[in-house]
Protein backbone atom coordinates (compact mmCIF):
# COMPACT_ATOMS: atom_id res chain seq x y z
CA UNK A 1 0.00 0.00 0.00
CA UNK A 2 2.39 2.48 0.70
CA UNK A 3 4.87 1.85 -2.66
CA UNK A 4 0.89 2.22 -4.36
CA UNK A 5 0.99 5.95 -2.33
CA UNK A 6 4.52 6.99 -3.56
CA UNK A 7 3.89 5.86 -7.02
CA UNK A 8 1.04 8.34 -7.31
CA UNK A 9 2.34 11.09 -5.39
CA UNK A 10 5.74 10.97 -6.17
CA UNK A 11 5.08 12.48 -9.98
CA UNK A 12 2.97 15.12 -8.56
CA UNK A 13 5.20 16.72 -6.53
CA UNK A 14 8.11 16.14 -9.09
CA UNK A 15 6.30 18.40 -11.52
CA UNK A 16 5.36 20.68 -8.67
CA UNK A 17 8.99 21.20 -7.93
CA UNK A 18 9.99 21.70 -10.92
CA UNK A 19 8.10 24.20 -11.96
CA UNK A 20 8.74 25.79 -8.50
CA UNK A 21 11.91 25.84 -9.39
CA UNK A 22 11.76 27.78 -12.76
CA UNK A 23 10.63 30.48 -11.04
CA UNK A 24 10.40 34.09 -12.86
CA UNK A 25 13.80 35.84 -13.84
CA UNK A 26 12.08 39.19 -12.93
CA UNK A 27 10.84 38.02 -9.29
CA UNK A 28 13.81 40.17 -7.81
CA UNK A 29 12.83 43.59 -9.58
CA UNK A 30 15.82 43.29 -12.05
CA UNK A 31 14.98 43.07 -15.96
CA UNK A 32 15.78 40.09 -17.11
CA UNK A 33 19.34 39.67 -19.19
CA UNK A 34 17.46 37.31 -21.54
CA UNK A 35 14.08 37.59 -23.19
CA UNK A 36 11.33 35.78 -21.26
CA UNK A 37 10.21 34.08 -23.88
CA UNK A 38 6.77 35.64 -23.75
CA UNK A 39 5.96 38.21 -26.32
CA UNK A 40 3.08 40.22 -26.82
CA UNK A 41 1.85 41.96 -30.10
CA UNK A 42 -0.05 45.74 -30.43
CA UNK A 43 -2.37 45.52 -32.60
CA UNK A 44 -1.80 47.55 -36.17
CA UNK A 45 -3.54 50.12 -37.26
CA UNK A 46 -6.07 47.35 -38.93
CA UNK A 47 -8.31 48.01 -41.86
CA UNK A 48 -11.79 48.38 -40.78
CA UNK A 49 -14.26 45.76 -39.49
CA UNK A 50 -16.79 46.17 -42.53
CA UNK A 51 -19.44 43.41 -43.68
CA UNK A 52 -21.40 43.66 -46.83
CA UNK A 53 -24.62 41.74 -45.99
CA UNK A 54 -26.70 40.54 -49.14
CA UNK A 55 -30.49 38.65 -48.61
CA UNK A 56 -32.54 37.12 -50.83
CA UNK A 57 -35.83 36.22 -50.13
CA UNK A 58 -35.26 32.68 -52.23
CA UNK A 59 -32.01 32.01 -55.03
CA UNK A 60 -33.56 33.87 -57.65
CA UNK A 61 -35.81 36.94 -55.87
CA UNK A 62 -34.03 40.32 -55.33
CA UNK A 63 -31.08 40.97 -53.38
CA UNK A 64 -31.42 43.75 -50.53
CA UNK A 65 -27.83 44.27 -49.66
CA UNK A 66 -26.61 46.32 -47.05
CA UNK A 67 -23.33 47.64 -44.97
CA UNK A 68 -22.23 46.74 -41.05
CA UNK A 69 -19.20 48.34 -39.36
CA UNK A 70 -19.35 47.26 -35.49
CA UNK A 71 -16.98 49.46 -32.89
CA UNK A 72 -19.52 51.73 -33.21
CA UNK A 73 -22.34 50.09 -34.68
CA UNK A 74 -22.94 52.08 -38.42
CA UNK A 75 -23.34 51.61 -41.61
CA UNK A 76 -26.45 51.41 -43.49
CA UNK A 77 -27.82 48.17 -41.80
CA UNK A 78 -30.95 48.64 -40.81
CA UNK A 79 -30.82 47.04 -37.17
CA UNK A 80 -26.67 47.65 -36.69
CA UNK A 81 -26.83 47.44 -33.16
CA UNK A 82 -28.49 44.47 -33.09
CA UNK A 83 -26.68 42.64 -35.53
CA UNK A 84 -22.97 43.83 -34.27
CA UNK A 85 -24.34 42.31 -30.37
CA UNK A 86 -25.54 39.14 -31.92
CA UNK A 87 -21.92 38.65 -34.03
CA UNK A 88 -19.77 39.49 -30.81
CA UNK A 89 -22.19 36.50 -29.05
CA UNK A 90 -21.76 34.10 -31.48
CA UNK A 91 -18.61 31.59 -31.91
CA UNK A 92 -17.39 31.71 -34.97
CA UNK A 93 -20.21 33.43 -36.63
CA UNK A 94 -19.07 32.60 -40.32
CA UNK A 95 -17.41 29.46 -39.41
CA UNK A 96 -19.38 26.82 -42.03
CA UNK A 97 -21.02 23.87 -41.03
CA UNK A 98 -18.64 20.80 -41.05
CA UNK A 99 -19.04 19.04 -44.58
CA UNK A 100 -19.33 15.49 -42.20
CA UNK A 101 -21.86 17.12 -39.77
CA UNK A 102 -24.88 15.21 -39.58
CA UNK A 103 -27.69 17.61 -39.37
CA UNK A 104 -31.77 17.24 -38.99
CA UNK A 105 -33.78 17.77 -42.04
CA UNK A 106 -35.78 20.80 -40.63
CA UNK A 107 -36.05 23.20 -43.53
CA UNK A 108 -36.34 26.62 -42.70
CA UNK A 109 -37.31 28.72 -45.66
CA UNK A 110 -35.31 29.70 -49.19
CA UNK A 111 -33.85 32.65 -47.86
CA UNK A 112 -30.00 32.89 -48.32
CA UNK A 113 -27.60 35.23 -47.09
CA UNK A 114 -23.88 36.09 -48.67
CA UNK A 115 -21.42 38.24 -45.97
CA UNK A 116 -18.52 39.48 -47.29
CA UNK A 117 -16.10 41.72 -45.59
CA UNK A 118 -13.37 42.09 -42.62
CA UNK A 119 -14.64 40.72 -39.56
CA UNK A 120 -11.87 40.48 -36.24
CA UNK A 121 -9.40 40.66 -38.47
CA UNK A 122 -10.52 38.04 -41.31
CA UNK A 123 -11.62 38.41 -44.60
CA UNK A 124 -15.31 36.64 -45.15
CA UNK A 125 -16.75 35.38 -47.64
CA UNK A 126 -19.83 33.53 -45.97
CA UNK A 127 -23.22 32.15 -47.58
CA UNK A 128 -26.22 30.90 -45.18
CA UNK A 129 -29.17 28.91 -45.74
CA UNK A 130 -32.29 27.62 -44.19
CA UNK A 131 -31.99 24.29 -46.38
CA UNK A 132 -31.42 22.53 -43.30
CA UNK A 133 -31.17 21.84 -39.09
CA UNK A 134 -27.73 22.70 -38.70
CA UNK A 135 -28.02 25.66 -41.88
CA UNK A 136 -31.15 26.90 -39.72
CA UNK A 137 -29.24 26.97 -36.23
CA UNK A 138 -25.95 28.77 -38.04
CA UNK A 139 -28.88 31.30 -39.35
CA UNK A 140 -30.76 31.99 -36.29
CA UNK A 141 -27.36 32.72 -34.45
CA UNK A 142 -26.98 35.50 -35.82
CA UNK A 143 -30.79 36.53 -37.30
CA UNK A 144 -29.93 40.23 -37.23
CA UNK A 145 -27.92 40.56 -39.86
CA UNK A 146 -30.06 39.45 -41.93
CA UNK A 147 -32.93 42.55 -41.56
CA UNK A 148 -36.36 41.74 -41.41
CA UNK A 149 -35.88 38.76 -44.87
CA UNK A 150 -39.01 39.17 -46.63
CA UNK A 151 -40.90 35.88 -46.83
CA UNK A 152 -41.49 33.77 -49.45
CA UNK A 153 -44.52 31.23 -48.88
Same mark, same amino acid.
Given at each position: ??? #? ?21 ? =???? $? @? ?7 ? *?? /????? @? +? ?10 ? @? !? ?9 ? /????? /??? =???? =? =? ?5 ? $? ?15 ? /? +? *? ?8 ? +? ?6 ? #? ?12 ? !? ?6 ? *? #?
Amino acid at each position: MRY #RTLLFVAPGLAMLLSSAACGNEQ =ANGN $P @AAEPSGTTS *VQ /PSSSP @A +ETLTIEVRASEQ @A !PAESWTLTCDP /PGGDH /PKA =AEAC =A =ALTKAKD $PFKPVPKDQMCTHIYGG /P +E *VATVKGTWDG +EKIDAKFT #RQDGCQLNRWTQVA !PLFGDVPK *V #R
